[in-house]
C-alpha cells in the first residue's frame, strides 16, 4: 500500500460494522457516517478501491469507509469479539471536539472500556499491521 491511513481509520471501521452502517453490493458498499448524515460510495475492482469520503479521495490513504469494506470482504482480519464495545460512537463529533486530534478520540472512547483497553489495543494494532502488508490500490476513481 503507498500512504497508511492513520490508526483512527481502524477504531472507525469496527464502529461503523458495529452500527451495521454498511450496505453490500457486488462491486459496490454505501456506507454511513457516525453521524448518519453522510452516504459514502466505496467501489473496487480486483484490488483496487475508490470512495468519495474526505480521507481516502483527498489524502489518498484508504478511509474507515474502505477498511471497513475490506474487514467484511475478510480481506483485514479483525476481532468480531469486540465489535459491541464500538457500537453508537460518534466519531465525526469526537473528532471535532478533539480538533482532529485522533488520538484524543481514541483516548477518550477507550476510557469508557477500561476493562477490555489492553485487547482492544492489541486488536486494533494487529489490523493494523496486517493492513501494512495488504497490496491495494487506493485510486480517486474507478
Same mark, same amino acid.
Given at each position: 500500500?503507498?500512504?497508511?491511513?492513520?490508526?483512527?481509520?481502524?477504531?472507525?471501521?469496527?464502529?461503523?460494522?458495529?452500527?451495521?452502517?454498511?450496505?453490500?453490493?457486488?462491486?459496490?458498499?454505501?456506507?454511513?457516517?457516525?453521524?448518519?448524515?453522510?452516504?459514502?460510495?466505496?467501489?473496487?475492482?480486483?484490488?483496487?478501491?475508490?470512495?468519495?469520503?474526505?480521507?481516502?479521495?483527498?489524502?489518498?490513504?484508504?478511509?474507515?469507509?474502505?477498511?471497513?469494506? &475490506?474487514?467484511?470482504?475478510? #480481506?483485514? !482480519? @479483525? %476481532? $468480531?469479539? /469486540?465489535?459491541?464495545?464500538?457500537?453508537?460512537?460518534?466519531?465525526?463529533? &469526537?473528532?471535532?471536539?478533539? #480538533?482532529? !486530534? @485522533? %488520538? $484524543?478520540? /481514541?483516548?477518550?472512547?477507550?476510557?469508557?472500556?477500561?476493562?477490555?483497553?489492553?485487547?482492544?489495543?492489541?486488536?486494533?494494532?494487529?489490523?493494523?499491521? /496486517?493492513?501494512?502488508?495488504?497490496?491495494?490500490?487506493?485510486?480517486?476513481?474507478?
Amino acid at each position: 500500500m503507498e500512504k497508511m491511513p492513520p490508526i483512527s481509520k481502524i477504531y472507525e471501521a469496527y464502529s461503523c460494522l458495529a452500527d451495521h452502517r454498511i450496505e453490500m453490493s457486488e462491486n459496490e458498499a454505501k456506507v454511513t457516517s457516525s453521524d448518519y448524515k453522510k452516504i459514502y460510495t466505496i467501489k473496487w475492482k480486483d484490488s483496487i478501491y475508490s470512495s468519495n469520503d474526505h480521507a481516502t479521495y483527498w489524502q489518498g490513504y484508504p478511509g474507515y469507509p474502505i477498511l471497513a469494506v &475490506l474487514m467484511i470482504q475478510n #480481506k483485514l !482480519d @479483525y %476481532n $468480531k469479539k /469486540i465489535l459491541p464495545l464500538f457500537k453508537n460512537i460518534n466519531w465525526h463529533e &469526537l473528532n471535532l471536539k478533539h #480538533k482532529r !486530534d @485522533y %488520538n $484524543k478520540a /481514541i483516548e477518550e472512547v477507550l476510557q469508557t472500556m477500561s476493562d477490555d483497553k489492553k485487547i482492544i489495543v492489541e486488536s486494533v494494532e494487529k489490523t493494523y499491521e /496486517i493492513l501494512k502488508r495488504m497490496s491495494i490500490s487506493i485510486k480517486k476513481k474507478i
